[in-house]
T-cell receptor
Framework: ETGVTQTPRHLVMGMTNKKSLKCEQH?????MYWYKQSAKKPLELMFV???????ENNSVPSRFSPECPNSSHLFLHLHTLQPEDSALYLC?????????????FGEGSRLTVL | AQKITQTQPGMFVQEKEAVTLDCTYD???????LFWYKQPSSGEMIFLIY??????QNATEGRYSLNFQKARKSANLVISASQLGDSAMYFC?????????????FGKGTKLSVIP
């Protein structure tokens, strides 16, 4: 199994739908992250969880709702999204929140909002 | 706040040649880490190399080396003996302890194309 697994890999949804992205890490890490990657923009950090507790929320609209039931799983619940939310959503994990710890990323979930 | 600047949107390199991807950073923190990631078309971000702000020697990992010039605040990635599989997006990133967030801040990336 790969270290960080994201499902689904591709998702198309209407603006009124509710869907969820799932992330699972098999690395025994304590911290998990959601990043948004839009075309021609740097990766934007959305949320950080450390030991299941949310420690960062970078002014993300409430139509994105994260959930971290345990250190291995992270969800991003989506509802009433806008077309500009179409992007690649990347999940990552790290051993801990330190300067030296690299993040391990999943392959991303490509979201298209119609 | 931290900022990463990658000024090369795209680069071409001949197979087996070396290539340098530029990265400059800005931070007021004294302690920070610099990372390079590779993103193939599949989407996954692959960690390549790390350099700590207090490391005296440039980091190397196989064909990757990091040309760290602290006074200039630059952390360029050097890929030696380029291979076709090196064609991808490359992102420079920084992690600092400012405000205790340890947030990993990315640049906009450089698209590297290796020509046979």
């Amino acid at each position: 199994e790969t270290g960080v697994t994201q499902t689904p890999r591709h998702l198309v949804m209407g603006m009124t739908n509710k869907k969820s992205l799932k992330c699972e890490q098999h690395l025994g890490h304590n911290a998990m992250y959601w990043y948004k990657q839009s075309a021609k923009k740097p990766l934007e950090l959305m949320f950080v969880y450390n030991f299941k507790e949310q420690t960062e929320n970078n002014s993300v609209p409430s139509r994105f709702s994260p959930e971290c039931p345990n250190s291995s799983h992270l969800f991003l619940h989506l509802h009433t999204l806008q077309p500009e939310d179409s992007a690649l959503y990347l999940c990552a994990s790290s051993q801990e929140r330190t300067i030296t710890g690299e993040l391990f990323f999943g392959e991303g979930s490509r979201l298209t909002v119609l | 706040a931290q900022k990463i600047t990658q000024t090369q949107p795209g680069m071409f390199v001949q197979e087996k040649e070396a290539v340098t991807l530029d990265c400059t950073y800005d931070t007021s923190d004294q302690s920070y880490g610099l990372f390079w990631y590779k993103q193939p078309s599949s989407g996954e971000m692959i960690f390549l190399i790390y350099q700590g702000s207090y490391d005296e020697q440039n980091a190397t990992e196989g064909r990757y080396s990091l040309n760290f010039q602290k006074a200039r605040k630059s952390a360029n990635l050097v890929i030696s003996a380029s291979q076709l599989g090196d064609s991808a997006m490359y992102f420079c990133a920084m992690r600092a302890s400012g405000a205790g967030s340890y947030q990993l801040t990315f640049g906009k990336g450089t698209k590297l194309s290796v020509i046979p």
